[in-house]
């Protein structure tokens, strides 16, 4: 049985940044990662928050493959856009500094687009086009990653989850905020499978020969072996529209490589030709959009939000209880989680105790 504890916003945050800090992150960065994965968590994208700090930070750190000490460079610089270089450096930190560059030249000029290389996973993709809602702006993002995806007919993992992310601002309580992979699911979805011992749904992943895989702690070790892929969005084949979320992939490639000079596919596996470990050198890319330069902000977020509440108020399926719009249920899953705190799971809470064991941290009185 998988006993759930439940720990407040606050108490994980300041715990991640503390483990983060021990493993040579410098505090003001610590501070940016921990609000990036708490943010995932408190909008239930359990995929990305707490679950990623490990496997995917502190252990990349260990490896040497993950700078903990980020320096960031601005390449090329123009009044509306900003090349940046993350030099395998925390990609929260030079994602959080390149979509505010984007902000600022939007506020100035009405757009404002930045582009980021040799970078790392920067987390939910929905924190970084938030901070645009946050000024009333739309806010655009997209990022490459370690391959994962098969194209339309293929059997092998090219691209990464890609996700093409917006965030579009409303008078409602909430924004629009459309943050979700390319792909018909996520590498982080699979690993909070396997965490949890669960089965991979079936019509997700395919191997070689193009048969479906289920098991996820399999398909973990196939992907990295480049013996299993996911499918994109639609699914196998072209008949329920896999070429669009192939296509949306592809488009998220390039952008996230193209316009910052970076790697893209099978450059981005994480291994050399000896099979040793080197960096995820990742590209992201960040537009902001100031509404205040169109029709005006108000305006602007009335109409949205007309927009989105009709789609809620139309006819809703039989046996279906309601239409929910992009960023509502996240808002609702906050709702909840504020007062109940974040659900750790049993395998989780040992990760959590091992960090704090070996990084001999103090103060924290978790209920596992």
Known sequence: MNEIKYVDFETLEKLMQQILMAAGVPEQDAKIVADVLIQADKLGIDS??????????????????LNPVTEIEVIKDSPTTTIFDGHNGMGHVVAKTAMQRAIDKARRYGLGMSAVRNSTHYGIAGYYALMATKQDMIGITGTNARPSIAPTFGVENMMGTNPLTFGIPTDEAFPFLLDCATSVT???????????????????????????????VKILQALVAGEAALLPLGGKGEENGGYKGYGYAAVVEILSA???????????????????RIPYPLGHFFLAIDTDHFIGKDAFKKIAGQIVEELRQSAVAPGEERIYTAGEKEYLVYAQRKNQGIPIGETLQKEINDMIKEFSIKGFDLPF
């Open 186 to 216: 996520q590498r982080g979805k699979i690993e909070y499978y396997a965490r949890n011992g669960m089965d991979t749904p079936p019509g997700l992943v395919i191997d070689q020969s193009g048969d479906e895989m289920t098991d996820s």
């Open 258 to 276: 193209a316009l910052a000079g970076g790697s893209f596919l099978k450059m981005l596996t994480g291994f050399d030709e000896q099979g040793n």
């Open 48 to 65: 990305h928050g707490i679950n990623r700090l490990k496997p995917i930070y502190i252990d990349r750190i260990k490896q040497g493959i």
